[in-house]
């Protein structure tokens, strides 16, 4: 180390009146010394570099600080001063190649980087061979679309369970999320059913065809939903046979549709909705009414989005239920955002597994007294 110590002495005595070119060159020269050496540098050593390196590179122009930050922030032992300072870089090309690479960098200032700096940055971060919780619930947070697929398919990053809710909730409407989420191999099986509840048929026959394992717990899951809907749920005896008995004549001729349903909402016919919901859904009435009644809707939201039914024709549904209650809300917030996330696909499918446990619970000769 002798000769580099003359020579670092020798440029340290040349930096305050160095030409603007001199002191670019003197720093690659410097940089390039300490790179052919990084791994045989002791502590004392590279804190020499650190002093040195961190002085030539002071007001010198952005490409050549993002030039220094490239070659600088692969080696495991760069010198920590002067990558603190390329990392708080305020241009994201000197600060994104430390971010995503030194090992160096302390995870405060990641947390720091993360909460007040653009989406280059985050972008950057997102990239790193691996990230704690406390940084990925940040990213998740703050991150546009690209920071947030990249982070969630970085495989060395842990995700807390605010994080893997945070990214369910984004993966709406967004199916390469819902993809890349529901492919980690990390994600909580609890999380995993409500991104498959959620998610487009599309998503759940990538991550089938992805994992053909997961098949089985896609189904057992949509199965365990409608038992555990069924079981809520209080039968409520009633007369139907006259409604039925009109609506099975319009159901014959192709004249039970949506329009009709409504006509029998808007005159708050109760018997008709109802019988006109497990006309269309092939229901049995005691399961209709059922969810008619539920407190939560949730049944109900799953056969009108398995009959395709209009939002329109849902909310005035509600009220006239609400009314027969003699309730009066105005508003049905949790309702519209039930209807909205379940995929019509799901729905559908829910309503064949109750039709197979509807089938299997009937006796013989009583399904035409329905």
């Known amino acids: 180390m002798g000769s580099a110590a003359i020579l670092l002495a020798e440029l340290e005595n040349a930096v305050s009146r160095g030409s603007h070119t001199r002191r670019t060159q003197m720093l690659r020269t410097v940089t390039d010394l300490f790179l052919c050496n990084a791994s045989s540098f002791r502590e004392e050593q590279v804190a020499l570099f650190d002093d040195i390196i961190g002085r030539l590179a002071r007001d010198i122009e952005t490409n050549i600080r993002a030039e220094l930050a490239r070659r600088l922030a692969p080696i495991d032992n760069a010198p920590i001063n002067l990558m603190t300072t390329l990392a708080r870089d305020s241009e994201a090309e000197v600060a994104s190649p430390v971010l995503a690479r030194s090992e160096v960098i302390g995870e405060s200032i990641l947390l720091e980087t993360a909460r007040a700096k653009s989406q280059d940055f985050l972008l950057a ?23 947030v697929r990249t982070v969630a398919s970085n495989q060395g990053a842990s995700f807390s369970e605010f994080g893997f809710t945070t990214l369910i909730r984004r993966s709406g409407g967004d199916d390469e999320l819902a993809y890349i989420v529901g492919s980690r191999r990390d994600i909580p099986p609890r999380q995993f059913q409500q991104l ?18 997961s098949a089985e ?17 209080k039968l409520v005896p009633r007369d139907y046979a006259d409604a039925r008995l009109r609506l099975e004549r319009l159901q014959r001729v192709g004249q039970l549709d949506e329009t009709e349903l409504l ?6 016919k ?7 919901l497990a006309l269309m859904s092939g229901l049995s009435i ?15 939201m799953i ?24 309730l009066h809300r105005g508003d049905f ?11 019509i696909a799901t729905a559908q499918r829910t309503v064949r597994f109750l039709l197979a446990r509807q089938a299997a619970t009937v006796p013989a000769g009583a399904e035409a007294a329905r």
């Open 125 to 147: 971060i997102s990239q790193r061979r691996s990230l704690s919780e406390p940084i990925t619930d940040v990213l998740v947070q703050r991150g546009d679309r690209t920071v």
């Open 196 to 213: 498959v509840l959620k998610a487009s048929d599309l998503v759940r026959t990538r991550l089938l065809e992805s994992d053909p394992g």
């Open 217 to 233: 717990q896609v189904d057992e899951l949509l199965a365990r939903l409608a038992g555990r809907i069924e079981a809520k749920l």
């Open 263 to 268: 006509t029998c909402v808007r005159a708050g």
């Open 270 to 276: 109760f018997k008709e909705m109802v019988v006109a």
């Open 286 to 300: 005691e399961v209709v009414e059922r969810a008619m009644l539920g407190e939560h809707h949730e049944l109900l």
């Open 303 to 326: 056969i009108v989005r398995a009959c395709a039914l209009s939002w329109t024709t849902v909310k005035q549904t509600l009220a006239v239920l609400n009314s027969a209650r003699g």
């Open 333 to 343: 917030d949790n309702e519209f955002n039930m209807f909205h996330k379940l995929q």
